[in-house]
C-alpha cells in the first residue's frame, strides 16, 4: 500500500457500487415472511430503512423485535441474500469511474458493513480489487453503524488525511459515519435511501442521482478542504 496525500474516496460496497437492491429488498420481505410481516415495496423500504437495522424492524412492527426474532429474521435475510446476490452486478459505470480516480494519482478503499470474509472474494471477482489501497467488511454482529468503523478504515490507510476524504454511500448513515470520521460525504439515491430520507441527513451534503455525479462531488469537496 503506497502513501498518498490527494483526495481519497471511501466508497460503500452494498447499493452503491454494488447495485444489489432487488436482492436485499427480497431477502428483507423472506425476512418479514418469519413473523407475518406484510412485504415491502422497493418505494416503501427506501423511506423507512434506517441504522441500526433493529430500529428499521422496529418501524414496521411498533416495537423492537425481541433477541429471538432479531436472530431469526437476521439469519433468514442473510441466507436469502446470499442466494439472490448471485443475479446481481456492479452499477453502471462503476469500472471506468474507478480506473479514472485511479489513473489520475488518487486513492480509494472499500469500506462495508457486508461481512468481510463475504466481501473480499465477490470485489475480487469482479475483477475491481487492484483499483482500491484497502477492502474492508464488517467484522462482528451486523446491523450497526458504521462509525466506529469508518475511524478504523482511516486510521489504517497510510497518507490519507480525512479532511481529503469522501465518502459515497447510499445510506444516511454513511454521511454519519463520514462525519464522525471527520470526512466529507456525497449521499447516492440508487439503494437503500430515497432522496428526501438522505436530505435529511444534514445541511450542505449533496445528494445525487448517479455515481459519476457522486465523483465529480467528491472532487470538489476534496479540492475545498
Same mark, same amino acid.
Given at each position: ?98 480506473? #479514472?480516480? &485511479? @489513473? /489520475? %494519482? ?15 472474494? *465477490? ?75 438522505? #436530505?435529511? &441527513? @444534514? /445541511? %450542505? ?15 470538489? *469537496?476534496?479540492?475545498?478542504?
Amino acid at each position: 500500500m503506497g502513501t498518498h496525500t490527494d483526495a481519497h474516496i471511501v466508497w460503500d460496497w452494498n447499493g452503491t457500487l454494488f447495485h444489489d437492491v432487488d436482492a436485499v429488498i427480497g431477502a428483507t420481505n423472506a425476512a418479514f415472511a418469519e413473523l407475518g410481516l406484510q412485504p415491502l415495496t422497493l418505494e416503501r423500504y427506501r423511506e423507512l430503512y434506517c441504522v441500526p437495522v433493529p430500529k428499521f424492524y422496529e418501524r414496521l412492527m411498533g416495537r423492537l423485535p425481541t433477541e429471538a426474532e432479531w436472530e431469526l429474521m437476521d439469519g433468514t435475510f442473510h441466507r436469502h441474500y446470499t442466494e439472490h446476490r448471485l443475479r446481481c452486478g456492479l452499477a453502471e459505470g462503476v469500472e471506468e469511474l474507478l480506473a #479514472e480516480w &485511479a @489513473g /489520475a %494519482g488518487r486513492s480509494q478503499s472499500i469500506l462495508s458493513m457486508y461481512g468481510h470474509e463475504d466481501l473480499v472474494p *465477490l470485489v475480487r471477482g469482479f475483477g475491481i480489487e487492484t483499483h482500491f489501497v484497502r477492502v474492508d467488511g464488517r467484522t462482528g454482529p451486523s446491523g450497526g453503524s458504521k462509525a466506529e468503523h469508518m475511524v478504523r478504515h482511516l486510521g489504517a490507510l497510510t497518507g490519507v488525511d480525512p479532511a481529503r476524504t469522501v465518502v459515497i454511500g447510499d445510506a444516511a448513515d454513511d454521511a454519519l459515519a463520514a462525519r464522525h470520521a471527520g470526512a466529507g460525504a456525497v449521499l447516492y439515491t440508487g439503494g437503500s435511501h430515497g432522496r428526501a430520507s438522505l #436530505e435529511a &441527513a @444534514g /445541511a %450542505g451534503i449533496p445528494v445525487v442521482d448517479t455515481l459519476q455525479e457522486a465523483v465529480a462531488e467528491a472532487e470538489r *469537496l476534496a479540492s475545498a478542504a
